[in-house]
C-alpha cells in the first residue's frame, strides 16, 4: 500500500505505530542529513495525522536511522534539540510521541540499525505490553519495510518528498 495523504489513515486497531522519521515525518534532504533545527521541515499533513493518531492508537513511536551522527556529520545533543523541538511543535497541535529510538551506527550490521530490530526490542522493554502483530510501521524505504516484516508488523510505504 502506497500512501502520501497521511490523514487518511486510519489506525484504530494498531495497538503502537512506529513511524520513521526522515521522509515520513519530515523532509529528506538530497544528499545530507538534517543535522539542526533550522534544516527541518515538516511534511505537509504529518502533524494533523498524527494529532488524529493520537486519539486512534495507543503508543506512537519514532524509529530512525542517523548515520550523519555516527559519521561526525553532527552530534548527539543536535539531534536530541530537533527531537525536543519536534516534539514541542506535535505537542501544540494535540499530537503525541510516546518515545524515539535512534540509531546513529554507521555499521548496517549494527543490531539497532534498520532494517535490524533492535529498536523494536528497545520498544518491547519500555513497553513490554506491546504485540509487534498488532503495530503498524510507516516508512518511506525498503529498509522499513523489511524492518516491520521482521517484527512481524503491518506496513505503510509513503513516498519520500526530497528537498532539492
Given at each position: 500500500?502506497?500512501?502520501?495523504?497521511?490523514?487518511?489513515?486510519?489506525?484504530?486497531?494498531?495497538?503502537?505505530?512506529?513511524?520513521?522519521?526522515?521522509?515520513?515525518?519530515?523532509?529528506?534532504?538530497?544528499?545530507?542529513?538534517?543535522?539542526?533545527?533550522?534544516?527541518?521541515?515538516?511534511?505537509?499533513?504529518?502533524?494533523?495525522?498524527?494529532?488524529?493518531?493520537?486519539?486512534?492508537?495507543?503508543?506512537?513511536?519514532?524509529?530512525?536511522?542517523?548515520?550523519?551522527?555516527?559519521?561526525?556529520?553532527?552530534?548527539?545533543?543536535?539531534?536530541?534539540?530537533?527531537?525536543?523541538?519536534?516534539?514541542?511543535?506535535?505537542?501544540?497541535?494535540?499530537?503525541?510521541?510516546?518515545?524515539?529510538?535512534?540509531?546513529?551506527?554507521?555499521?548496517?550490521?549494527?543490531?539497532?540499525?534498520?532494517?535490524?530490530?533492535g529498536m523494536a526490542k528497545q520498544a518491547l522493554i519500555d513497553f513490554p505490553e506491546i504485540d509487534f502483530s498488532k503495530c503498524l510501521m510507516?516508512?518511506?524505504?525498503?529498509?522499513?519495510?523489511?524492518?516491520?516484516?521482521?517484527?512481524?508488523?503491518?506496513f505503510i510505504l509513503v513516498e519520500s518528498f526530497f528537498d532539492h
Amino acid at each position: 500500500m502506497n500512501h502520501r495523504n497521511l490523514t487518511d489513515i486510519d489506525v484504530f486497531d494498531v495497538q503502537a505505530l512506529f513511524l520513521d522519521r526522515d521522509g515520513v515525518i519530515n523532509k529528506l534532504l538530497k544528499n545530507d542529513y538534517v543535522k539542526i533545527w533550522e534544516e527541518f521541515e515538516f511534511l505537509p499533513g504529518i502533524i494533523e495525522a498524527i494529532a488524529k493518531w493520537t486519539n486512534q492508537c495507543k503508543y506512537i513511536i519514532i524509529v530512525t536511522n542517523q548515520r550523519g551522527v555516527g559519521r561526525g556529520l553532527m552530534k548527539e545533543e543536535d539531534l536530541n534539540d530537533i527531537h525536543k523541538k519536534m516534539i514541542k511543535v506535535i505537542e501544540s497541535k494535540k499530537g503525541k510521541i510516546d518515545k524515539i529510538y535512534y540509531c546513529t551506527d554507521i555499521n548496517s550490521s549494527s543490531v539497532n540499525r534498520k532494517p535490524n530490530i533492535g529498536m523494536a526490542k528497545q520498544a518491547l522493554i519500555d513497553f513490554p505490553e506491546i504485540d509487534f502483530s498488532k503495530c503498524l510501521m510507516i516508512g518511506d524505504s525498503l529498509t522499513d519495510k523489511e524492518f516491520a516484516e521482521k517484527c512481524n508488523m503491518k506496513f505503510i510505504l509513503v513516498e519520500s518528498f526530497f528537498d532539492h
